[in-house]
């Protein structure tokens, strides 16, 4: 059964950082694009960044610079290193599997595997 399960998230001031994890069991994670995406109240779900097995990323412009998406293979889990938090990160995160080597983007519908989420809230 394939499960993905995040952690980390919270509640913090702007300008503060929090590391967000994904812990993935069930399936070939290694060989695996993976991303973090974010959903905020009244607003449809957007990517974040992605990374692909070799260790390829992409980043969505707002959190360039800011963010850093990274994976550890041994442990199986997918992190997302957040910086310099703005009120605007503030939103549901969730990690992903694209099922696929190849990261097609940022775009959540190429992503088949999902977590339950994990909520980041940033106060001003």
């Known amino acids: 059964q394939v499960q993905l399960v995040e952690s980390g998230g919270g509640s913090v001031q702007a300008g503060g950082s929090l590391r967000l994890s994904c812990a993935v069991s069930?399936?070939?994670?290694?060989?695996?694009?993976m991303g973090w995406f974010r959903q905020a109240p009244g607003k449809e779900r957007e990517g974040v960044a992605v990374?692909?097995?070799?260790?390829?990323?992409i980043y969505a412009d707002s959190v360039k610079a800011r963010f850093t998406i990274s994976q550890d293979n041994a442990k199986r889990t997918l992190y997302l290193q957040m910086t310099s938090l703005k009120p605007e990160d503030t939103s549901m995160y969730y990690c992903?599997?694209?099922?696929?080597?190849?990261?097609?983007?940022?775009?959540?519908?190429?992503?088949?595997?999902w977590g339950q989420g994990t909520q980041v809230t940033v106060s001003s």
């Open positions: 990374i692909d097995p070799d260790g390829r990323t």
């Open positions: 069930g399936y070939g994670y290694s060989n695996d694009c």
């Open positions: 992903a599997g694209r099922g696929s080597r190849v990261c097609p983007a940022l775009d959540p519908k190429w992503y088949y595997y």
